[in-house]
């Protein structure tokens, strides 16, 4: 079995595997500021691979050279084998791209959206968006295609549940509504490679769960997947493999299970009151606590190792005693395993010094 790594920017490389993506050593500089710092990944044909980080870690940066739309600053980029800018052409008909905002134009409807965006996909055979200024002059023949809309437009709304919605405009849609949209103009061309940016983003848990059976289905049909998301239990549902990312570096990596198995067991309890501090707790199986203040203080041991449930089974007695002795009563006592929010917490808060104190 693979084991999660820790602070490794040479990433997660999967050798003798048909890789459909392939990053190594990515570097991406704006100006003085090096948003993505060696990053490295391959991704397996048929694999969903979940980029997850904090705010302004580098996700969207390392997915837009990927697609092509950014030359990175250093390492090299292969998608399918082929470079994503110089072979623009090649790549982009196997490739499907849904952005963080897809920037709709309000006044079209929903099936004359999509077959704008079939005309300008076959058309260009390079990557196009509908941000920015892609409006079409009125009347052009782009309008006239959607008159009767096409099967292949139709089967991609209903794969996202928008087939009754075709003549509403795209500004009466919900935020959510719209990410359906985009994740069908991603899929039109049933895509080899699908890159989904925060793809449920605004959704509602129901459409959240629809979402995430299309992008199951689409696995299933073979293509090949990277996710960008800040909703830890949609890695947890759809990735093969995934990436802890913080500050232009990747921090974690592995399976689901590997991730999490690395994250240890997790003792906490509650003392009354804010005056606690680290000098009056005691060390446990060498693990020093992290302390939440809010109206008490939570107190977290994270217990990392072999033989899991002896040392928790040791550290509680030990905690125990040691509440006995001062005539402490320890509230909501709890020993559970680790979870993939634990983990992030912990890279996040290792990445800041280890600085273990925060404010509720
Ligand atoms: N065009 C740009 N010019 C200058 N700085 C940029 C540009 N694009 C992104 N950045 C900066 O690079 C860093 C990484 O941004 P990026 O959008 O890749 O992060 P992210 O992980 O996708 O964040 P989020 O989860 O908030 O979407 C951020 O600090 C961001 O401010």
Redesign the pocket.
Known sequence: MRTPQSADTSGTATAGLDNVIEVGGLRQV??D?E?VRGVSFDVPRGELFALL?T???????TMEVLEGFRAATGGTVRVLGLDPIRQRRELRPRVGIML?EGGFIGDLTVAETVALWKGLSEDAGRPVTLSGTAQPPRGSALFGTVKGVDRHVMGALELVGLEKRTRTRIRQLSGGQKRRLDLALAVLSRPEVLFLDEPTTGMDPEARHATWKVIEDLRAGGSTVLL?T?YLEEAERLATRLAI?HEGRIHVHGTVEEVVAGSGDRLSFRLPGVSWSFGDLPTLDGAAPLLTYGSDTEVVYTLTGERAESRAHAATRLLLDWADERGETLGRLTVRRGTLEDVFMRVVGEALGGTFGEVR
């Open positions: 704006y100006g500021f948003a980080g705010n302004g870690a580098g996700k969207t940066t963080q960008t800040h990312m």
